[in-house]
């Protein structure tokens, strides 16, 4: 975000709480717009992706680091992948679950999480598979691209472990093919996530998309559905055919924590 104004200025015992927000109002209007849209909608969805993570320690997929700078998501996140190329499948997500060791949510999924408990949102609808919003302690959470902490066989849907997936090539009831339950290129979503998050967005009087660049159908069409407000939080532009009422530019996890201190005035 850029440093309109220095932020100390919040913690500033001589001031009043209307001279505090005067001052946020001038120096970060969009945030202040924010934090009015959610105190005036009686129901927020949030909808974040790979950008909500990144802070957390684990990579997006279409920055310069992002993971499809340098694998082509064709050959390994595909149901073809699976099928016709499984070394290759199976390294590129042992290697995602590995790289999940020892992460842990930041303070801006702590502060999603504190917002629903006091009916400031109402539900997360993600395209993350890490599952950091529900570890941060978040209760309404549709994961649309589904999980990559639990494992199935492809073929017969046996469930199994995660050292199981690690250490093996093949399902031991059926010798299917081993996977992380997150949904493939070429797979639909998964239905009552999906109409849920659907549902959710389309009765929402104010929608915050955090960190997605919003390139991948069906999740994309998902903003359009709601008649309410829509604000959109990411470090970059994002390509876009969709007219964002607001547009907060800045790292998730910093314009949370900010959000945050302005509702504690
Ligand atoms: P992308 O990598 O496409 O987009 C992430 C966006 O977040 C980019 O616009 C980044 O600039 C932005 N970003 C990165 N760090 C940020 C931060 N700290 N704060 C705010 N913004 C930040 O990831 P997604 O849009 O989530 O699907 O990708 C959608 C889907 O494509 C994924 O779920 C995955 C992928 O292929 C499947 O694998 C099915």
Same mark, same amino acid.
Not at 128 to 131: A, I, L, R, S, Y
Not at 137 to 142: D, E, F, I, R
């Given at each position: 975000m850029e440093h309109n104004g220095d932020w100390k200025t919040l913690s500033n015992?001589?001031?009043t709480k209307e001279e505090k927000l005067k001052w946020a109002k001038v120096c970060y209007p969009e945030l202040v717009q924010l934090v009015q849209l959610l105190q005036s909608s009686t129901y927020t969805v949030v909808l974040t992706g790979a950008g909500m993570s990144t802070e957390s320690g684990i990579p997006d997929f279409r920055s310069q680091s992002g993971w499809w700078k340098n694998i082509d998501p064709r050959k390994v996140a595909t149901v073809d992948a699976l099928e016709e190329h499984y070394s290759l499948f199976q390294e590129f997500y042992q290697t995602r679950v590995k790289a999940l060791e020892n992460i842990e949510p930041h303070i801006g999924h702590y502060i999603l999480a504190k917002w629903e408990k006091k009916n400031l949102i109402q539900a997360i609808a993600t395209q993350?598979?890490?599952?950091l919003h529900q570890k941060s =302690? %978040?209760?309404?959470?549709? $994961?649309?691209? =589904? %999980?990559?902490?639990s494992f199935r066989c492809h073929h017969c849907d046996q469930a199994v472990k995660e050292e199981v997936f690690m250490n093996e090539d093949s399902c031991s009831i059926c010798g299917g093919k081993l996977r992380p339950n997150v949904v493939l290129f070429g797979e639909t979503l998964p239905s009552d996530v999906w109409d849920s998050a659907y549902q959710s967005i389309e009765q929402a009087d104010l929608v915050i998309v955090i960190g997605t660049s919003l390139e991948v159908y069906p999740v994309n069409?998902? $903003? %359009?559905?709601?008649k309410g407000k829509t604000v959109l939080v990411n470090?970059?532009?994002? %390509? =876009?055919f969709y007219p964002f009422d607001v547009i907060v530019k800045g790292k998730a996890k910093e314009v949370l924590e900010k959000l945050n201190e302005l509702l504690e005035l």
């Open positions: 015992e001589a001031l993350n598979v890490d599952g =302690g %978040s209760k309404t959470v549709y $994961p649309l691209h =589904g %999980s990559i902490r069409e998902l $903003p %359009s559905l709601t470090v970059d532009e994002v %390509s =876009g």
